[in-house]
């Protein structure tokens, strides 16, 4: 039977006196609450079975508790206060960073501060050698632990440390069809022959890079493409930081030599890639899966895309990996306000009946509404457009 934050947690008088070890599952218990893990996009049209967490109801129920949030809240607050004192070495640093995100949590997020957040997706797979994987009715959990940084309102730059809602909808699509990304391993070609390359533009805090490496690891597809790699790429300083600790954070080690993957966070300037004479590795060589998830929110961005995927984006007949021709997988809100952005899409990528030979084409489109928790504790809806784009 689960019990509430007052009288689950040690005394607040006892913190001090406490082990890192015991402070950590006090954390890992308030994370639960405050921060539990987040289903991807909340997607209408899903129906598959997920796992319900234990007393997840119950955590509803206190995490709303007007007391029990501000007995967290002050619990909290003094374990910074006490970790905060003398030499703090990186085991009790860890504990003030993630005791800090759920102070962040508990106040809202309007209250700045780094936020620690866990997803889930499910993925079907007949079988794999990953070990610690979790299964459901056949599915397999895909789990990624993303650090968000806070928005400063003097920092547009900082709007890509969050991790936005089209990020959730394509690493979902990823998860339960990976076999529509070529993710899947295919026994039509020679293994040796095979060279997968992923990218990922305007990465954000990485979650579809990650997402996308951990499936092709539990569907066996890494271990049979040698050098397959995924790489995520971001403009701004703080930014890109940020992704490469998440990178580091989800690929700590455990991976065996036959699921290891290449996953790696670079620079990348849309505006100036495309005139670059000598790009450097890992972007010197074109890729057969290119992702992006939230990236149009100014009029240029969609021809800068469009310059980069000239070069970025493998041509089928030039293809390593032949599961499939290369794509292009954009996921974009459809926001009223960003009308204009979200329309240069298709004023910028011909329709399949309207492009030319050898002509970035949008192959497909298909809208997703996802449901999303409105400002009043209603449920609103937020519509994304899903584009396939590849060569003609």
């Given at each position: 039977m689960a019990i509430p934050p007052s009288a689950c947690l040690p005394?607040?008088?006892?913190?001090?006196?406490?082990?890192?070890?015991?402070?950590?599952?006090?954390?890992?218990?308030?994370?639960?609450?405050?921060?539990?893990?987040?289903?991807?996009?909340?997607?209408r049209d899903i129906h598959i079975p997920l796992p319900i967490l234990n007393d997840q109801g119950v955590y509803d129920e206190w995490r709303s508790d007007a007391f029990e949030k501000a007995y967290s809240i002050r619990w909290l607050t003094v374990l910074i206060s006490q970790m905060d004192k003398g030499d703090v070495d990186a085991e009790r640093s860890e504990l003030i960073q993630t005791a800090a995100s759920l102070l962040a949590a508990c106040a809202g997020t309007a209250s700045a501060g780094t936020v620690v957040r866990d997803y889930s997706?499910?993925?079907?797979?007949?079988?794999?050698?990953?070990?610690?994987?979790?299964?459901?009715?056949?599915?397999?959990?895909?789990?990624?632990?993303?650090?968000?940084?806070?928005?400063?309102?003097?920092?547009?730059?900082?709007?890509?440390?969050?991790?936005w809602g089209g990020a959730c909808v394509l690493a979902e699509a990823i998860a339960l069809h990976p076999e529509h990304f070529g993710?899947?391993?295919?026994?039509?070609?020679?293994?040796?022959?095979?060279r997968l390359r992923i990218l990922e533009l305007g990465a954000g805090t990485g979650l579809v890079?990650?997402?996308?490496?951990?499936?092709?690891?539990?569907?066996?597809?890494?271990?049979?493409?040698?050098?397959?790699?995924?790489?995520?790429?971001?403009?701004?300083?703080?930014?890109?930081?940020?992704?490469?600790?998440?990178?580091?954070?989800?690929?700590?080690?455990?991976?065996?030599?036959?699921t290891r993957i290449d996953i790696s966070a670079h620079f990348l300037d849309w505006s100036l890639f495309p005139i670059d004479p000598s790009p450097a590795a890992p972007l010197d060589d074109p890729f057969d899966i290119v992702l992006g998830a939230d990236i149009v929110y100014e009029s240029e961005h969609a021809a800068w895309i469009r310059s980069c995927l000239e070069r970025l984006l493998a041509r089928p007949a030039k293809a390593a990996y032949t599961q499939r021709d290369?794509?292009?997988?954009?996921?974009?809100?459809?926001?009223?306000?960003?009308?204009?952005?979200?329309?240069?899409?298709?004023?910028?990528?011909?329709?399949?009946q309207d492009c030319r030979p050898g002509e970035l084409t949008i192959y497909a489109k298909e809208t997703i509404v996802c449901d999303a928790d409105d400002v009043d504790g209603g449920q609103a809806e937020v519509v994304y457009a899903y584009y396939q784009i590849g060569w003609a």
């Open positions: 005394p607040i008088k006892t913190i001090a006196s406490q082990s890192c070890l015991v402070l950590h599952d006090c954390l890992s218990y308030l994370r639960q609450i405050y921060t539990p893990p987040v289903r991807g996009s909340k997607r997706f499910f993925t079907p797979v007949c079988g794999t050698d990953a070990v610690n994987v979790k299964v459901k009715d056949g599915l397999h959990e895909v789990c990624a632990s993303l650090t968000d940084i806070a928005l400063d309102n003097d920092d547009f730059s900082s709007v890509g440390a969050q991790t993710l899947t391993r295919d026994t039509t070609v020679d293994d040796a022959s095979r890079s990650i997402v996308a490496a951990k499936v092709l690891q539990l569907q066996g597809a890494a271990a049979h493409c040698p050098g397959a790699c995924v790489v995520a790429t971001d403009f701004y300083p703080s930014v890109l930081a940020n992704l490469d600790k998440n990178i580091r954070a989800n690929f700590a080690g455990s991976e065996t030599d036959s290369p794509r292009f997988h954009l996921v974009i809100p459809l926001r009223p306000f960003f009308a204009a952005e979200s329309n240069s899409i298709e004023c910028v990528f011909p329709s399949i």
